[in-house]
């Protein structure tokens, strides 16, 4: 939350243009930002944008409608941020259940489709009739054949429930004072997520917040440091916030000023503090491990 005489100085930090787009929280309509723009400029595509449900974001609302019309919606602006990426951008749009058909759809349009990662959303309610909702997708595509994918960035480690061993030793497994784990390859079934929560120092108001730790993954896979990231709905700053404390430069647009503000504060606290929750000694924890809990 932003405490009093916070919001004034901060506003005056707000860009509201696109001539300087190198790390810089830039309000306003993205539909029209976007076409500002540089070319070819961009190393990685986050779009976290409005799923097709009925939703207020600050100032802003979302409507839904039907699947042939959010594809159209998404087509609009997807088309405007093609020009912007290099050759070896990747690309990364959320959705959930309902929307997820009309993201691959619009997104093979213009990118080649490489996967798609579904992670554990914790919270939610449950329902009376139907399954509780408790997973979201990430659409992953690239440009072209030849982008980053940083395998060894991206590990994570894993508790070792039944240990194996070769001649008394551990086989793939490491033995600790704090338990036995294993250093395991990344899937695109992530449950290894938390959701920010009230005493997380990076928890918002912000109705939709993306972890931290979901954004760290997805910038150390691909991308390298100094790379450029574009965020077109970023929200309370996520993105920015993450490629701030790993190295890499950030546009991020967003059209509610509160929101604004809030990832403007954010960047500061990631001046002194560029620990991310789950992400410790170059490694992704499981939930509940001793390493989750450390800083990185």
């Known amino acids: 939350m932003l405490r009093a005489g916070e919001a004034k100085r901060l506003r ?11 790390n810089v929280v830039i309000r306003g309509d993205a539909f029209q930002l976007l076409t500002k723009l540089p070319t070819a400029k961009f190393d990685l595509l986050f779009a976290d944008p409005p799923y097709n449900l009925t939703k207020s974001f600050g100032a802003e609302n979302f409507r839904e409608t039907t699947d042939e019309a959010y ?9 405007l941020c093609v020009p912007l990426l290099k050759p070896t951008a990747s690309v990364y749009i959320c959705g959930d259940w309902r929307s997820s058909s009309a993201i691959q759809y619009a997104g093979s349009k213009y990118f080649k489709l490489q996967n798609r990662i579904t992670w554990e959303r914790e919270k939610g309610r449950g329902a009376k009739r139907n399954w509780k909702n ?29 240990p194996y061993t070769a001649n008394g030793e ?21 449950t290894d997520i938390s959701v920010p929560f009230w005493s997380m120092p990076e928890n918002t108001d912000h109705p939709t917040q993306k972890p931290e730790k979901l954004l760290a993954k ?18 309370s700053g996520t993105t920015a916030v993450v490629a701030k404390k790993l190295g890499r430069s950030f546009t991020a647009i967003e059209a509610d000023e509160h929101y604004c503000l809030l990832a403007l504060k954010r960047l500061e606290m990631a001046e ?17 491990t001793l390493g989750n809990q450390r800083k990185r």
């Open 272 to 288: 002194k503090d560029k620990s991310i929750q789950g992400f410790t000694d170059g490694v992704f924890w499981e939930r509940n």
């Open 218 to 235: 997805l910038i150390l896979a691909s991308t390298n440091e100094n790379d450029a990231v574009l965020d077109p709905f970023a929200g």
């Open 71 to 79: 594809e159209a919606w998404l087509d609009s602006w997807l088309r």
């Open 134 to 162: 408790s997973a979201e997708d990430i659409w992953f595509f690239t440009v072209s054949d030849d982008y980053t994918f940083d395998l060894d960035a991206v590990k994570i480690k894993r508790k070792v429930l039944a």
């Open 12 to 22: 005056k930090q707000l860009n509201s243009g696109a001539r300087n787009v190198k």
């Open 170 to 190: 551990p086989k793939d497994w490491d033995k600790s004072e704090t338990g036995n784990f294993r250093t395991t390859h990344p899937s695109n079934m992530w």
